[in-house]
């Protein structure tokens, strides 16, 4: 089986868990024989950007470059001979991506003929970065229309709305089946404050699909209910946890002796509650002496969090680390002894199952999709900030129960691997063929 | 009726944190500063002002033959990198000071906002900075300015307590009210003390002004500037033009004309025969005050403002401070210098001034100060090192 699947991003180059779940997905299914052509627009100096950090980051111990490598073999990559220069992120916010676009112009001096594509067929999408994320996609849409007329393949599959359009146009093109993955919605991402264009783009892509994969069951709810989309159509496959990848740390030379270490892991945007996870830490701090708090990420919301650390006075227990590389990541899992996801809304919600790898308690918000696999976490309402300090006092001050949340973790983890999730997308596949 | 023009140029660089020292430098990593940076931005003032200037400011002396007369105040922490990275600087300092017609003056030895935090602390630094000029200068300082001019009745108390006779401050006319700063004060709280006013107005015409095509005075001769000196006489006795010695080279380039400007200067002044050049001290012993100064609230020279804001004020400066302040007792208890001159050097008023979050007007100014692209870095890297710093204070038994 041949699948035409497009992305947005793909490790190293990520900025959340899209890129995670391409990973470890794309990896099971070549396993499993599929062959992927892999749509991934090579992000005009975004990704150099990042790219420039991570491999700072990484440095010695670039331990997962060498698996990607040898994911990325087995998987045709059209990023390989199809540039798409586009600053067009998953995650970002209108608001957001004026700044973005100035970062990007900063770096595209700085690093000018850096980026020339020796010989490949490659469209400038934004020369200009014009100031319209959505005439972005719809450029995009450009190259699944170009890709559809050259390529042979029996099954489209679309990773998100920015890629949404340019599979609709491959799906006119070829007539082959349309599997759109909802890794999340604008519902997720703002709320009540909901940009009508995305929205729209997103209802249009799953009107348009055969068949659609959401990552969690309240994901499926939600397009149901606000979407208004056929619930038969809908199939749940839940995201996986890869088990291999594990940051070896012995907590006995962490620098802060018989001290705790909580960890906030995600962007910081209001999508993913780091104010609530902040709130906390100060009532967490102001009745426990051993605890320190990590926040780590980046994302709109930073600077007012900083301000507000400032202001509560406890910058001598709560860091901010900024954006990290996967290395740097897992090194934080690794280091601490408790994780915390306070989403406000969360499709599905990769990173507790990340932290759990490390042996560790989690406590997660109600309002997220993982929170439907996990039955030995604490689940708090994400508001409910006096609920989530306590939880978090009880398990740091009481070793049985940090244990008795952790101990089957491993068995936990098993059932939820990436193959389990990628023989369910064969399913779907193949009710197609 | 003589006037006297009184220079005094403040001569400062803060030793920088390494921008990259983030969370999980805490712990293994004790080395806070950027030392590459340190030493090269030191040694690109140093050919761009401090040695053109200094020359300058020689040749001056020397062809008016003692006649013109300026005053230095230079941070503790700036005559340490001259000592490691340009000693040559420093022999330039001494050469100037070896004239007789330059008077050096006391501040704290670390450029802190010391005395809003600790008077111990206060108290400790200057007297760090009265040893470490005499020792490199054989020169016993009597007069005294604070950190960027910060000055209010508590301040002036206390530097008439620790024997000064002279001291400057900003002639805003917050405290002026409808007073000239032209003439010799002495403060409400220490009527012993002589204090001297910065003209604002004429020193930052040279300071902030001077290569500015958009104002209306554009350009600035040395005669245009000396008839406005000039149009002092018969109502003042005093001309206050304190300013950064950056000013020659580092923030007006060569190229605005800044040189040819202060060379011709003195001669232009000295065209009026009422007029002459003393330093703070000589004014002082000069002129009988003509009235008290009120300064119930703290002023400086910073900013529209001249205020505090420019370090305090946004909850992160004020939350830095705080941590910064509140190790010190610990700091002390060590008696370990090296890790107490490594906390001091964290107090430099400059490493709050990066995180100033006033952007419009003075924004401009205080980033093209800053090292860092936005005051939110400069926080985190700064409490990043303080964190480091307490966890030392921790490992040596001083904090529980």
Redesign the interface.
């Known amino acids: 089986m041949r699948v035409l699947m497009f992305g947005w991003e793909f490790p190293p180059f990520i900025s959340g868990g899209l890129g995670t779940a391409c990973f470890g997905l794309t990896k099971q299914l070549a396993k499993r024989n599929v062959k992927i052509l892999f749509v991934l627009p090579k992000i005009k100096g975004a990704s150099q950007v990042e790219a420039a950090g991570d491999i700072t980051i990484i440095g010695g111990q670039n331990y997962l470059s060498n698996e990607i490598e040898e994911v990325k073999k087995k998987i045709s990559f059209f990023e390989k001979e199809f540039t798409v220069n586009s600053p067009l992120r998953p995650y970002i916010s209108y608001e957001s991506y004026k700044d973005y676009l100035e970062k990007i112009k900063e770096f595209e001096k700085e690093s000018n003929g850096l980026h020339s594509s020796k010989g490949n067929f490659s469209i400038d999408f934004s020369g200009d970065y014009g100031q319209d994320l959505l005439s972005e996609v719809a450029r995009f849409a450009l190259v699944g229309r170009y890709l559809a007329q050259r390529e042979s393949f029996d099954i489209i599959h679309a990773h998100d709305w920015m890629t949404f359009l340019a599979a609709i146009e491959a799906k006119k093109i070829s007539g082959k089946p349309l599997v759109i993955h909802v890794h999340a919605t604008e519902i997720d991402r703002c709320g009540e404050n909901c940009n009508s264009e995305v929205f729209n783009l997103e209802k249009h892509g799953m009107e348009n699909a055969d068949r659609i994969i959401a990552v969690s069951h309240r994901t499926k709810e939600i397009i149901i209910q606000y979407y208004q989309i056929d619930p038969n159509k809908i199939s749940v496959v839940h995201n996986g946890v890869d088990l291999d990848e594990i940051y070896q740390y012995d907590k006995t030379t962490?620098?802060?002796k018989n001290e705790k270490m909580v960890l906030y892991l995600g962007r910081i945007t209001m999508q993913k509650g780091p104010d609530y996870f902040l709130e906390a830490a100060h009532l967490v701090v102001k009745r426990v002496q051993n605890v320190r708090f990590?926040m780590a990420g980046s994302g709109d919301m930073?600077?007012r969090l900083?301000?507000?650390m400032?202001?509560l006075?406890i910058?001598?227990r709560f860091?901010?680390?900024?954006f990290l590389g996967k290395t740097?990541r897992e090194?934080l899992f690794a280091m601490s002894d408790l994780y915390v996801m306070p989403s406000v809304s969360e499709p599905f919600g990769i990173t507790p199952l990340e932290a759990m790898r490390y042996n560790i308690p989690v406590i997660i918000s109600k309002q997220s999709g993982v929170a439907e696999l996990l039955s030995n976490v604490i689940k708090v309402d994400f508001w409910d900030v006096n609920k989530l300090a306590s939880a978090i006092i009880n398990v740091l001050e009481r070793p049985q129960i940090a244990s008795s949340l952790s101990e089957h973790n491993n068995e936990i983890l098993q059932k939820m691997n990436w193959g389990v999730a990628a023989d369910k997308v064969i399913d779907v596949y193949n009710s197609y063929r | 009726m003589s006037v006297s023009v009184c220079f005094y140029f403040q001569v400062h660089q803060p030793f920088r944190l390494r921008k990259d020292y983030n969370f999980f430098s805490i712990g293994p990593d004790h080395s806070y500063e950027d030392v590459n940076s340190n030493r090269s931005i030191l040694l690109k003032i140093a050919n761009k002002c401090y040695l053109p200037t200094n020359n300058l400011m020689l040749k001056l002396i020397n062809r008016h033959k003692g006649a013109f007369k300026i005053s230095y105040s230079i941070s503790g922490v700036i005559l340490e990198q001259f000592e490691l990275y340009a000693p040559h600087v420093l022999d330039s300092f001494k050469a100037l000071v070896d004239t007789g017609c330059v008077e050096l003056i006391n501040e704290t030895y670390y450029h802190s906002l010391s005395f809003l935090k600790s008077k111990d602390e206060f108290r400790e630094q200057v007297t760090a900075h009265k040893n470490k000029i005499r020792e490199l200068f054989g020169y016993n300082c009597t007069t005294f300015r604070n950190t960027e001019l910060i000055y209010n009745n508590e301040l002036a108390a206390e530097v008439e307590k620790m024997g000064y006779k002279t001291i400057l401050a900003e002639g805003i006319e917050r405290i002026l009210g409808w007073r000239s700063p032209n003439f010799v004060y002495y403060p409400a709280s220490a009527p012993k003390l002589k204090l001297l006013l910065k003209n604002y107005r004429l020193s930052d015409d040279i300071a902030f002004r001077f290569s500015n095509r958009g104002w209306h005075d554009f350009p600035l001769t040395a005669e245009k500037y000396a008839s406005w000196v000039h149009s002092i006489a018969g109502n003042g006795e005093v001309i206050g033009l304190f300013m950064d010695y950056e000013t020659f080279g580092e923030h007006q380039w060569e190229d605005t004309g800044i040189f040819n400007f202060m060379e011709a200067l003195p001669e232009k002044i000295f065209a009026h025969p009422d007029y002459r050049f003393q330093t703070p001290s000589e004014v002082a012993q000069t002129y009988p005050p003509v009235g008290p100064i009120d300064s119930v609230h703290y002023v400086s020279w910073a900013d529209i403002d001249r205020d505090l804001s420019a370090w305090l004020g946004n909850p992160m400066q004020d939350s830095a401070l705080e941590f910064a302040y509140s190790l010190e007792s610990a700091v002390k208890k060590t008696q370990d210098p090296a890790l107490i001159h490594t906390w001091r050097k964290l107090l430099t008023s400059d490493h709050y001034y990066y995180v100033c979050t006033k952007w419009f007007n003075d924004g401009d100014v205080h980033k093209y100060f800053n090292p860092y692209e936005n005051p939110y870095d400069a926080y985190m890297v700064y409490i990043n090192v303080l964190n480091d710093l307490k966890l030392t204070l921790k490992q040596r038994g001083v904090l529980p």
């Open positions: 962490r620098p802060f990590v930073t600077r900083i301000e507000r400032a202001a006075r910058a001598d860091h901010f680390t900024g740097d090194r």
